[in-house]
């Protein structure tokens, strides 16, 4: 079975523009959760999406956002990136919430 | 909101040595994961414990969740285990909330 994809792998933004990631869980897995990774923060978490409801919502600005489609894939959204942004987005899904999370390979974000 | 410590932060070992890395958290919890993230940043699922005793090869993990901590044990290092460890637990309807981790260099 194929793990968790994530696209694009690695982005550089500038200041300002908006970026789009996307995540494609494990076939069969209905919840999605992502994830922000620095090395100040650590691992923390931005939004979980079961069956295209958002069902957590972590500490974050509005400008992050993200849905989940019918076919469980899901993208995150930051708009008005800030230098702050730049980080490793990590994405898990899990057959259901609360069971095992598989991650997947992250998408690391450089916003020069 | 609940609290995830592990310690030690960092640990170096040499090859074929055994370990104990230690997670601590500061309410009840439903879910306890532990993760390896490998110097490609990939997180890898090793063990979901909430309570008791897993194995998997060299890599056992105790959860003890009336005292709220969790133990993993790395037994004959190799230089493939480095990595940061990291524990994780979340409530009832709460997000995973995860620790700092635990950076473990292991030399040949």
């Known amino acids: 079975k194929a793990g968790v994809t994530q696209t694009p792998r690695y982005l550089i933004k500038t200041r300002g523009q908006q970026v789009t990631l996307s995540c494609s869980p494990i076939s069969g897995h209905r919840s999605v959760s992502w994830y922000q990774q620095t090395p100040g923060q650590g691992l923390q978490f931005l939004f979980e999406y079961f069956s295209e409801t958002q069902r957590n919502k972590g500490n974050f600005p509005g400008r992050f956002s993200g849905r989940q489609f019918s076919n469980s894939r899901s993208e995150m959204n930051v708009s008005t990136l800030e230098l702050g942004d730049s980080a490793l987005y990590l994405c898990?899904?899990?057959?259901?919430?609360?069971?095992?999370?598989?991650f997947g390979p992250g998408t690391r974000l450089l916003v020069l | 909101g609940i609290q995830v410590e592990q310690s030690p932060p960092d640990l170096i070992l040499q090859e074929g040595a055994n370990s104990t890395l230690r997670c601590n958290f500061s309410?009840?919890?439903?879910?306890l994961q532990w993760f390896h993230q490998n110097p490609w940043g990939q997180l890898i699922n090793l063990f979901y414990?909430?309570?008791g005793t897993k194995q998997n090869g060299r890599l056992s993990a105790t959860t003890v969740a009336t005292e709220r901590y969790s133990l993993l044990y790395i037994s004959s290092s190799q230089t493939t285990d480095s990595g940061v460890y990291f524990c994780?637990?979340?409530?009832?309807?709460?997000?995973?909330?995860f620790g700092k981790g635990t950076t473990l260099s292991v030399s040949s």
């Open positions: 898990a899904s899990s057959f259901r919430t609360q069971e095992t999370q598989y």
């Open positions: 309410d009840s919890v439903n879910n």
């Open positions: 414990i909430p309570s």
């Open positions: 994780a637990v979340n409530q009832a309807g709460t997000a995973l909330i």
